[in-house]
């Protein structure tokens, strides 16, 4: 079956430069959320959209914006990078209509900040 | 505001042996809950969920039952492998609507020893 696509899988930033992590949710899978997992840490949420629509908003930085495109892809952009962005960001998509929010994750994109 | 606990580890059983992880939330509402297993340098997946009080959810030989009057989503497996060794996170979503985050507990990492 196929899965979350999220890309590039590694990211390796200098400080204070930009980064842009990119996610294909499951084929018809209408929504799209991101997470960052630091080092030993739990999943924090970020922000996600349904039908190109931005949904709900975690604890994502003024430095980060995203957005859903027509085809259901989303893009993180980060700018300004900081040491403490180095973290495992995930992507979840999921189905319409599912009635009760389960989520299917990607690999993740692990990004280092220098 | 809505929160998991879950219990801290390492757990460390030896093949065989009865696993209970402990799982509490608070939560407005009537929410779902997941388990998720992250094996080493992967992604999430979803282990088990129950969507509604008294449900129990099951898979590969877990299990957690939805018990509104503890607050408690505890996960059990009677006889663990070496290849269950990961880190498991217990997770609400406080509603079904599309775009709700995953709040997730802190995870419990668990080592089983042949």
């Known amino acids: 079956a196929a899965g979350v696509i999220q890309s590039p899988r590694h990211l390796i930033k200098e400080k204070r430069e930009t980064a842009t992590l990119k996610c294909y949710p499951i084929?018809?899978?209408?929504?799209v959320y991101w997470y960052q997992q630091g080092p030993g840490q739990d999943p924090q949420f970020l922000i996600s959209?349904?039908?190109?629509?931005?949904?709900d908003k975690g604890s994502i930085p003024d430095r980060f914006s995203a957005q859903q495109f027509s085809d259901y892809h989303s893009e993180l952009n980060m700018s300004s990078l900081e040491l403490g962005d180095s973290a495992l960001y995930f992507c979840?998509?999921?189905?319409?209509?599912?009635?009760?929010?389960?989520?299917?994750f990607g690999p993740g994109t692990r990004l280092t900040v220098l | 505001g809505n929160s998991v606990t879950q219990m801290e580890g390492p757990v460390t059983l030896s093949e065989e042996a009865f696993l209970t992880i402990n799982c509490t939330y608070t939560?407005?509402?009537?929410?779902?809950l997941f388990w998720y297993v992250q094996y080493p340098g992967e992604g999430l997946q979803l282990l088990l969920k129950?969507?509604?009080?008294?449900d129990k959810g099951s898979n590969k030989g877990f299990e957690a039952t939805y018990r509104k009057e503890t607050t408690s989503f505890h996960l059990e497996k009677g006889s663990v492998q070496v290849s269950d060794s990961a880190v498991y996170f217990c997770?609400?979503?406080?509603?079904?609507?599309?775009?709700?985050?995953?709040?997730f507990g802190k995870g419990t990492t668990l080592s089983v020893s042949s």
């Open positions: 084929p018809r899978h209408d929504t």
């Open positions: 997770a609400l979503s406080a509603s079904n609507q599309a775009g709700t985050a995953l709040i």
């Open positions: 129950a969507t509604k009080a008294d």
């Open positions: 939560a407005t509402g009537y929410p779902s």
């Open positions: 959209f349904y039908e190109k629509m931005q949904s």
């Open positions: 979840a998509s999921s189905p319409p209509g599912q009635g009760y929010n389960e989520q299917f």
